[in-house]
Every structure is written in C-alpha cells, then in structure tokens.
C-alpha cells in the first residue's frame, strides 16, 4: 500500500537541506562583511549561491568573497563552491 507519510518526507529532507545552505551563506556574509541579508534572497544551485541583493551590497560581498567561501567550506562542507 501506498504511504504518504514516506512520500512527503522526501520533500521535507530537500527543504530542510536548502534552508540549510541559504542560512549558512547570510551567516557566512554576516561574519565576513557585518552585513544582513535574508536567506530568502539567496539561490543556492550546482554548487553556486546567487545573491539578489543591491548592487552595493553585491560588491561589498565580492570584496570579500575569498574570505566568505573559506567560511562556507567549513560550513557547508564543500556544498558552495562560489558565489555569484
């Protein structure tokens, strides 16, 4: 018999694992650049995180990007790769 319960949790578990990577990359922002961004703004995908922010904020992040992809390695455990 079919059950339902088992179907949906895989949903569950793909959701949960993309909360995950959206939460690290804005705490790894946060930590090396002192600035807030919400998780929702953040498209993690093939290993790349885009961030849909202003374009000052953009390059703020891109100033520190090296130091940001140090911090979600250790994070993410090689989940991100770059940020675009």
């Given at each position: 018999?079919?059950?339902?319960?088992?179907?949906?949790?895989k949903?569950?578990?793909?959701?949960?694992?993309?909360?995950?990577?959206?939460?690290?990359?804005?705490?790894?922002?946060?930590?090396?650049?002192?600035?807030?961004?919400?998780?929702?703004?953040?498209?993690?995908?093939?290993?790349?995180?885009?961030?849909?922010?202003k374009?000052?904020?953009?390059?703020?992040?891109?100033l520190?990007?090296?130091?940001?992809l140090?911090?979600?390695?250790?994070?993410?455990?090689?989940?991100?790769?770059?940020?675009?």
């Amino acid at each position: 018999m079919f059950n339902i319960g088992e179907y949906l949790e895989k949903f569950k578990i793909r959701y949960q694992a993309r909360d995950f990577l959206r939460n690290s990359v804005a705490e790894a922002v946060k930590e090396a650049c002192q600035i807030e961004i919400e998780p929702k703004k953040i498209e993690v995908k093939n290993f790349i995180a885009r961030i849909n922010e202003k374009p000052i904020v953009k390059t703020q992040i891109f100033l520190k990007k090296q130091k940001i992809l140090e911090i979600l390695d250790k994070k993410t455990e090689g989940k991100v790769k770059n940020i675009l």
